[in-house]
């Protein structure tokens, strides 16, 4: 009798939370993990993954992309799964008016879990609505995600362009009523500053997502961190990278990385237009922070342990035994690349040697990717077809 349904042997585990990072393999049952051991009897799995010269991690998760209520948003298994996605946070595509629909055509639909934001807009995340003041309204906004804490997790605000704070006022209501937080994507103009946002309009546990945007400067004339976005994080604001199709730069990036202010969640803003113009998947957005300089056990943390605990979610993030047996299987690949950026100043690029690689992806023990058909026997073990049925 086979004690497990799936080991993962030789490979370099690495789970922050748990504190390891060598040699280990992992053994999955009944879709948790069942046992990490130096080593576990190959004959006591159904099947075997060799992961020899690869990472084990737990499966990532992506605190900012869109699969619904905007024109090129994207279903959320063909965004996450291939990139070792397993969790996923729609970032305010539905509102409080449209997410019973969404749930019911994406997130039930959709094999990759995908947790939301709730737009403070009611009709969600549609362009012309967003200007729209008195479609935001905080009590029903809060009144959903009470009524659905299990999808459920904050509100969003994105993309107001008045001159005014009322968009982040009645988001910041709906997160007081609901108890949860806000994810702000605003960009400053004049009279309505970066500063004044951070230290007097967000409050410890909300997000400032696209960190390194050249719209929302995070360095100054001078080339340093500004004073503003240090004093927030002090102050418990959390710092997401919501890389997309118009909010990442490396001018931005790499001094701000070189002087210690990383990211507190790595994540993609994946749509079509981050898809097509910068690959920005959740290895490309860990390929970019590795070649910056961040080690690399501290960019799985905050693509797998930090954003469960934004979530909310402590089953997730780590590979204890008893978890979700959400695995990504990742490796270093050597070479020549280019990562690219993106920006109101357009795209540029970054030399790469190493870049991160998804190889195979678990969700909930099962094997829903699999890019070098590292669980497949090979193609001469084909039996021949039954010829005398046939003929
Ligand atoms: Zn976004």
Known sequence: MKSYDLLLKNGNLIDPLNKIDGSFDVAISNSKIAKIAKSIDQNASKSVIDATGMIICPGLIDLHA???GYFASIFPDEMCLPFGTTTMLDAGGSGWKTFDD??????????????????????????????????????STAAKINERKDLLVGVKVAHFEANSWEAIERGRKAAEISDTFIMVDQNPIKGRSMKELLLNHMVSGDVLTHMYAWGKPIINEKGDVEDFFLKARENGILFDLGHGAGSFSFSMAKPAIDQGFYPDTISTDHHRSSLLSNHSNMPNCMSKMLNLGIPLQLIIEKSTLSPSRVLGLPELGHLGEGSEADVAILKIVDGEFGLIDNGLTGNRKLNASSIIENQLTIKGGNIVWDKNGLSFSNYENTPKPDYGSIY
Request: net charge negative.
């Open 102 to 139: 969404m749930n019911e055509k994406v997130v039930s639909k959709s094999i990759t879990r995908v947790l939301s934001l709730l737009n403070i807009v009611g009709s969600g995340m549609i362009t012309d609505k967003e200007q729209v003041v008195s479609d935001m309204d905080p009590i």
């Open 66 to 68: 869109h699969c619904y």
